[in-house]
């Protein structure tokens, strides 16, 4: 039994592997989005497995779970920021358009 869970542990870590290295930069946004949603399911399971009352070491499990799942969400959201920010186009200065309107037409 321990051989198969291994087996599909390592085949399922080389499937992720190929998906990641395969996605296109401009895709990377969403998809963090998307494991955002999923991290959020994870802390709220983590959650329920601290405060289930179910002995010390399912407390201690679940703490060191929502700890883990709330370190993962906030980096998703600071990642996806910084990747936001890479798109913004830099604000125009104001006095460029005033400047313009004065002008005459052969300047501009």
Excluded: C, W
């Amino acid at each position: 039994m321990l051989i198969l869970e291994l087996y599909i542990f390592v085949l399922a870590a080389f499937v992720g592997y190929m998906v990641i290295t395969r996605v296109p930069p401009l895709l990377h946004t969403p998809l963090m989005s998307a494991t955002n949603a999923i991290s959020g399911i994870s802390l709220v399971g983590s959650l329920v497995a601290a405060g289930s009352q179910r002995g010390s070491v399912a407390t201690i499990l679940g703490f060191i779970a929502v700890v883990a799942a709330t370190a993962n969400i906030v980096g998703g959201f600071l990642i996806t920021d910084r990747m936001l920010r890479m798109f913004r186009r830099d604000p125009k200065p104001a006095d460029a358009g005033a400047n313009a309107a004065t002008e005459p037409p052969a300047a501009r």
